[in-house]
């Protein structure tokens, strides 16, 4: 019996360690977005924004590999990294997520185009192929676990087919505001998100209520007030980051100008939020900028902030009001933040209850040139691959690294 047991186990460990050699390697199977592509793919997705058309109308929804991919991006919540391609009645996924020691998980799925929506053909993590029971076992508690109700199944009755063709991605769909925005806020506002999110819309609502009316809120006001609840709230690092993230999700919903009213009905219940502009060194802009890149960059990392950042202002460019570097360099100190908030979450909440200046926040950006048109930027900068270009943001990254709030939170850390 010894020897059964024994060599029972060692199977079972030999198993064990040959799965994972399938699995695990040593370097990632996709590289980052495109930046100058990801550009092009918010334009056509602003393109074929759906919302003036009547209700009930069909409408088609045409992207490409680029586009799904920023759209994967921007709602991963991770550090995943996507690379699609469309062929023939096919769609190819590939996704890369590092762990620790230098190792990566690689996933690849094949979806299969049929009469209405796709399905799984195969998948393999690594070299490991999988069965595709499995897969779509996986997908439908994915799926439920980001709507128990009925939201994305009502969404998914609004698709008339899903096509793939070489490049190309077309969803055919009935357009309907309502059951659509259901199905976004199912995903969006799961209900623990939303019950987090409560106390600190209701404390940023009780700080807007004691400023003199009229006035604007300083994002260094309010930050204080909130991360000392997020330090009430807080028994373990885990805690401490999923508190922050809510106190950065309400002041991006100010900083917006959006409701948490338009989350879900349970919201329409709650303090409303101040009605003035929230604002960082004076401008409106820049403390959006700040705080989308820190929440970006607290569930998915500063590589994908930046990215996004980078990719917008290129948007800007071409379509909007002009690159702007002193947007960027708000959106770099941001994402800068939203990494302390992730890796140091406790260290930080009991540097911010003690009082922060916009200093701490953001540097001098008055001298960095903003909105250059597309023809200004390439004639002065080329691309965002250029010399010129990375010395520029290679002054804006140094002046960030001279903030003081990451010194503050080490120190804290240490304490």
């Given at each position: 019996?010894?020897?059964?047991?024994?060599?029972?186990?060692?199977?079972?460990?030999?198993?064990?360690?040959?799965?994972?050699?399938?699995?695990?390697?040593?370097?990632?199977?996709?590289?980052?977005?495109?930046?100058?592509?990801?550009a092009a793919g918010l334009a056509a997705l602003r393109a074929q924004d759906p919302r003036r058309l009547p209700a009930g109308a069909p409408a088609s929804l045409v992207l490409g590999p680029r586009e799904v991919e920023l759209?994967?991006?921007?709602?991963?919540?991770?550090?995943?990294?996507?690379?699609?391609?469309?062929m023939p009645q096919q769609a190819r996924l590939r996704a890369s997520l590092?762990?620790?020691?230098?190792?990566?998980?690689?996933?690849?799925?094949?979806?299969?185009?049929?009469d209405t929506l796709p399905q799984l053909e195969r998948w393999r993590l690594g070299r490991l192929p999988l069965p595709v029971s499995l897969g779509n076992?996986?997908?439908?508690?994915?799926a439920q676990r980001l709507d128990p109700g009925e939201a994305l199944a009502d969404a998914s009755r609004l698709v008339r087919r899903v096509r793939f063709s070489p490049g190309r991605l077309q969803v055919d769909y009935l357009w309907q505001k309502e059951r659509l925005g259901g199905a976004a806020q199912a995903v969006l506002a799961p209900p623990a998100d939303l019950a987090r999110l409560e106390p600190y819309v209701a404390r940023l609502a009780a700080v807007g209520a004691a400023a003199p009316a009229g006035t604007d809120l300083p994002l260094e006001q309010a930050l204080p007030p909130l991360f000392a609840l997020a330090a009430q709230r807080s028994r373990a690092p885990a805690d401490a980051r999923r508190e922050n993230r809510a106190a950065l999700q309400a002041l991006a919903l100010m900083a917006q100008g959006r409701s948490p009213a338009g989350l879900a009905p349970a919201a329409q219940a709650w303090p409303a939020l101040p009605q003035r502009e929230l604002t960082l060194a004076g401008r409106h802009d820049l403390a959006q900028h700040f705080v989308l890149a820190a929440l970006i960059a607290l569930e998915g990392g500063e590589e994908l902030a930046d990215g996004l950042s980078l990719a917008k202002e290129l948007d800007d460019a071409r379509f909007g009001s002009g690159f702007s570097f002193t947007d960027l360099a708000a959106g770099r100190a941001g994402a800068r933040f939203?990494?302390?908030?992730?890796?140091?979450?406790?260290?930080?909440?009991?540097?911010?209850?003690?009082?922060?200046?916009?200093?701490?926040?953001?540097?001098?950006?008055?001298?960095?040139?903003?909105?250059?048109?597309?023809?200004e930027f390439q004639?002065?900068?080329?691309?965002?691959?250029?010399?010129?270009?990375?010395?520029?943001?290679?002054?804006?990254?140094?002046?960030?690294?001279?903030?003081?709030?990451?010194a503050r939170a080490a120190a804290q850390a240490q304490r």
């Open positions: 019996m010894l020897r059964l047991l024994t060599g029972f186990l060692l199977v079972c460990v030999l198993a064990i360690a040959a799965t994972a050699a399938l699995v695990l390697q040593a370097s990632p199977q996709v590289v980052a977005v495109d930046l100058n592509q990801a759209l994967l991006d921007r709602a991963g919540g991770s550090r995943l990294r996507w690379q699609v391609d469309f590092p762990l620790p020691l230098a190792l990566w998980l690689n996933a690849e799925l094949v979806l299969r185009e049929t076992r996986l997908l439908r508690a994915a939203g990494h302390l908030a992730a890796g140091s979450p406790l260290a930080l909440q009991q540097v911010l209850a003690q009082g922060v200046a916009a200093q701490d926040l953001l540097p001098e950006v008055r001298d960095l040139p903003e909105f250059l048109p597309w023809r004639r002065r900068y080329g691309d965002p691959g250029s010399a010129a270009y990375r010395q520029q943001m290679a002054r804006i990254e140094a002046r960030i690294a001279s903030l003081p709030l990451a």
